[in-house]
C-alpha cells in the first residue's frame, strides 16, 4: 500500500505542537509518507510571511516559538494546495473558523480520505447540540475521530510527558491515528465513545473560566476544587442530555476527563484570561487581544453556544455554572456573583 500522506490543517499553538510529535512520527514510519502538509493561515510576522518564516527558519515564531518544527513539515498557505493528495486530514484550528475552512476545502478532498479532529468548541444546532465533528463529517463528507485531552500545547511541545485520548469509530482509523501521533512521551487510549470524548473537551473549557474566576476573587483551593467537581457534574450531565449514542461514564476517566479539566483548571489561557477578567474589569475582547497575542480564547465563546443550547431545551437551572460563566463574561452580571451559582448548586438539594 502507497504511503498515507497527512496535511495538518492550522498552525496555531496546538497545530504547531502536533505538526512536531506528526512529522518525528512520520519521517521514522514507512506506513506514512514523510512529508507533511502544514495549513497556515497566513500573516505577516515582522515582515515576513509566517509561511516562509516556517518553511526557511522551521519555528512558527508566532504560535509556538522556540520550538523547531522537523524539516519534513511544510507550510502551505492555500487550503486546496495544502490537502491535495492528503489520505489524512488533522484538524486543528479554533472552533469558530471551521464552517469557513471546510467550505472552502469541498471538492478538493481526495476520496477515501478521512479526518481527526483536534478542535475543542461546540455549535448550536436547529435541535441543540451540533458537534465540530459533525459540521466537518458533513461539510466533506469524510470519515473522522477526534482527539482531547490533558495537552497544554507548549508543554506537549517539550515532550514533557502526557496523555491523550481517540475517539473513535472505525478501530482501523483509531489504530492509524495512534501510530501517527503516539510517542514515548505522549501516550494515546483509544476509545469508541467519539461523541463523548469530543464534548468533554469542549466544555472543560467553560469550567476553566470558572477556576480562573475563582483565581482572581481569591478563593482559596477548596473553592477551586468545587468549580471543578460541580463543572464535571455539569459536563456529564449536559452530555447525557444532548450527545446522541451511548454516553459512557467511564470515558470522563479517560485523559479527555478528569485528566483535562484538571490541567485547564490550572494551567492554559483560559483560566490565565479568566483570572484577569476577575482582577482588572477588562472585557473578555480585550483581555484576549491583549495576552494572547493571537491566540483565541476557547471557553468564554464556548459558554455562549452552550447557553444558546441550553436555552433552547429550557434547562437553565440545571446548569448554573456553565450559565454565570456566560452571563459574567457577555451579560455584565458581577464576577463577585459567581459564588452563588456554587452556593445555589443543585448538587447541594
Ligand atoms: N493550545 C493548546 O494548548 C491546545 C491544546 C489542546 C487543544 N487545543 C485546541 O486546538 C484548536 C486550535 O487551537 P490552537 O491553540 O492551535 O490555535 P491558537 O489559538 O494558538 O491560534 C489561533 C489560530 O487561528 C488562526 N486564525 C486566525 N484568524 C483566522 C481565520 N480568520 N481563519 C482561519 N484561521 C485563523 C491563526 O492563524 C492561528 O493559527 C482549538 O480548538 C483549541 O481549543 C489547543
Known amino acids: 500500500m502507497a504511503p498515507l500522506r497527512v496535511t495538518v490543517i492550522g498552525s496555531g499553538n496546538w497545530g504547531s505542537a502536533i505538526s512536531i510529535i506528526i512529522g518525528n512520527n512520520t519521517k521514522r514510519s514507512n506506513r506514512f509518507h514523510s512529508l507533511v502538509n502544514i495549513w497556515v493561515f497566513e500573516e505577516i510576522v515582522n515582515g515576513r510571511k509566517l509561511s516562509d518564516i516556517i518553511n526557511q527558519d522551521h519555528e512558527n515564531v508566532k504560535y509556538l516559538p522556540g520550538h523547531q518544527l522537523p524539516h519534513n513539515v511544510v507550510a502551505v498557505p492555500g487550503l486546496a494546495d495544502a490537502v491535495s493528495g ?4 488533522v484538524f486543528v484550528v479554533p472552533h469558530q473558523f471551521i464552517g469557513t475552512i471546510c467550505d472552502q476545502l469541498a471538492g478538493h478532498v481526495k476520496f477515501g480520505a478521512f479526518g481527526i479532529s483536534l478542535i475543542k468548541g461546540v455549535n448550536q444546532g436547529p435541535s441543540g447540540l ?5 459540521i466537518i463529517r458533513e461539510k466533506l463528507g469524510i470519515p473522522l475521530g477526534v482527539l482531547m485531552g490533558a495537552n497544554i500545547a507548549s508543554e506537549a511541545a517539550e515532550e514533557k510527558f502526557c496523555e491523550t485520548t481517540i475517539g473513535c469509530k472505525n478501530p482501523q482509523h483509531g489504530e492509524i491515528f495512534k501510530e501517527l501521533m503516539q510517542t514515548p512521551n505522549f501516550r494515546i487510549r483509544v476509545v469508541e465513545d467519539c461523541n463523548t470524548v469530543e464534548i468533554c473537551g469542549a466544555l472543560k ?11 482572581g476573587l481569591d478563593f482559596g483551593d477548596n473553592t477551586k476544587a468545587a468549580v471543578i467537581r460541580l463543572g464535571l457534574m455539569e ?39 479568566a ?4 482582577r482588572s474589569g477588562k472585557s473578555i475582547e480585550e483581555l484576549e487581544r491583549d495576552l494572547l497575542n493571537g491566540q ?20 437553565m437551572e440545571k446548569f448554573p455554572l456553565f450559565v454565570a460563566v456566560y452571563r459574567i463574561c457577555y451579560e455584565g452580571q458581577p464576577v463577585q456573583e459567581f459564588i452563588s451559582c456554587l452556593q445555589n448548586h443543585p448538587e447541594h438539594y
Not at 451540533?130 to 459533525?134: G, N, V, W
Not at 479517560?254 to 490541567?263: R, W
Not at 483565541?296 to 434547562?315: F, R, W
Open 275 to 278: 483570572e484577569a477578567f476577575a
Open 296 to 315: 483565541k480564547l476557547q471557553g468564554p465563546q464556548t459558554s455562549a453556544e452552550v447557553y444558546k443550547i441550553l436555552q433552547l431545551k429550557d434547562v
Open 235 to 273: 459536563m456529564v450531565a449536559f452530555a447525557r442530555l444532548f450527545c446522541t449514542g451511548t454516553v459512557s461514564t467511564d470515558t470522563f476517566l479517560e485523559s479527555c476527563g478528569v485528566a483535562d479539566l484538571i490541567t485547564t483548571c490550572y494551567g492554559g489561557r483560559n483560566r490565565r484570561v
Open 130 to 134: 451540533k458537534l465540530i465533528s459533525d
Open 205 to 215: 473549557n467553560i469550567v476553566a473560566v470558572g477556576a480562573g474566576f475563582c483565581d
Open 86 to 89: 492528503a489520505d489524512i486530514l
